[in-house]
Structures are given as C-alpha cells and as structure tokens.
C-alpha cells in the first residue's frame, strides 16, 4: 500500500480519494478551502496538512485534481510547495486538466527535483469518480505508467496510455473540445427549438432515434425535459478554461481551430451572461434568452 498525498479534494477528487481510503492506502490530503468536506475521509483514516513541502514529505506518491495549468504550478512550484519537499523517487500524478506545453515544464521542474511525472487528467462526472469508474488518459514513461497501474486501477474503469509527458493532457483537450463541443451544437439547436415552438420531448426523442444521439444528448437530455442540469455537473468556468486550453494547444501546434474558437466564444458568452457557477446544460436557456 502507498503513502500517497492529495491536493485537490474538489467534486472530482473528493471521489478520488475515497476510493483511495477504501483500497487501502494511506491518505494525507492538503487542507485548502476549496476541498469539499473531508469529515468522512478522516473518519476513514485519512489526514491532512497545511502546506504541500510537508505533504510531500510524507507521501510515495502525489495526485494532483486542481483547476489548471496556474495552480499545478503554483502547487509545485511555489515557496513551501510540494517540490520543496519531495522526495527522491517520489511519483507526481497530475489528474488535473492542464495546457500541455505547461505540463512538459512542470515534469522537467520536477525530474529536476528527483521525482518522477505523469499526466493522467481524467474523463467522466463526479458520479463515476465516486464510483471508482473513471476514465484516465495518460502521458508518461511506459514503464512508470505500469508501475502506477494498479493505484490508478482504485478510481478508474478505463486506463489508457496515450503516449509520452503532455499526451494525457493533449488528449483530454482532444477530448473535451469534442464533448464539449457537441453539447454546445446541440444546446444551440434546443434553444432554436424553443423559439420555434417545438417540444423539447418530441426534440430530444427525434435525435435520440436519429443521428444526434448520443452521450451528449444524454446527458443535457434531463435538463431540456425536466430543467435538471445536475446529470452534467460540470461549472461552465470549467468548459470556458477547457476550451481555452484546446484553442491554445491548437495555435501552439499551428491547426485549424475555426470551429474550436467558435466554441470558446459561445461559453465565453455564457459565462458572461449567467455566470461561471452556472452547470453546462443551462447553456440552452441562456442561448435562447440571449
């Protein structure tokens, strides 16, 4: 069993280490006061400190779950941050979303340092990590990603090894500018419906049946008939930042990105409309108040 530190006990991370605690490992989490209420994890066993020097002090391996690219670094890198205290050997996992060209620098930081870095950002919703069923996409030696495995194998269903430091972040950008891309299509395409005076049952039951079904339908689905956004609990600050990171890596690597900074633009616009606490699937109400 690993010693393993946490920093990041948000939705996502909060699922994370419970599963952690629930397999066996010992678990010291960064006391922050964006985590969710650690009441249980302690109860369970778990610990926590205040800065990351002593949790990496402490700790076999690192799993990061913070917002982006700014706070792993700041985590990392910072006065008193966990690179100030790491160990020789020990093993940073980053499960954040991150721009890659930023994640290369932050390995390097913390080859330099003696530890070792992969890049494992994750897919699916807070459900799925609290059930242990998360899909990872991961970036990093091949034979550290091996030798992580079976603590990556505690919260995630479906691990894949996408190639080298940076993949696991690129592919995630891949991913969500995909995802995120066709909720927006389809957000647009339920608000004209509104405005066309067509019922969101008989919308949502045509695509389903047809070429727009799909998990993205799936999951705004409850929203257009029920106006419950919480199937897709996912802050549209989160879809802002995530676009943002696709749009940059695309301009870094000189691809067409027409349609990406489209998307960007639309949760840009939300975000300024209705806020960034609001959850994706209200991007169709705001659509069609717009």
Known sequence: MAKVGMVGIGLMGHGIASNLVKHGHTLTVLEHPGNQPLDALKAAGATSVAD???LAGQSDVIILCVTGSP???AVLLSEGGVLAGLRPGTVIIDCSTAIPSSTVKVAEAVADAGGRFLDAPMTRTPKEAAEGRLNLLVGGDAALF???????ACFAENITHAGPIGAG?????LHNYVSLGVVALLSEA???ALRAEIDPAVFADVLTKGGGGGVALERIKPYLLEQDPSSLR???SNAQKDLSYYNTMAAETGAVREIGAAV???FDQAVTQGGGDRYVPELVSLLKDR
């Open 264 to 266: 960007q633009h639309t």
């Open 52 to 54: 990351g020097a002593t």
């Open 146 to 152: 091996e030798e992580c495995k079976p603590l990556l």
């Open 234 to 236: 996912f802050f549209m």
């Open 190 to 192: 339920a608000a004209c």
């Open 169 to 173: 972040h690129r592919m995630k950008l």
């Open 71 to 73: 706070q792993v670094e």
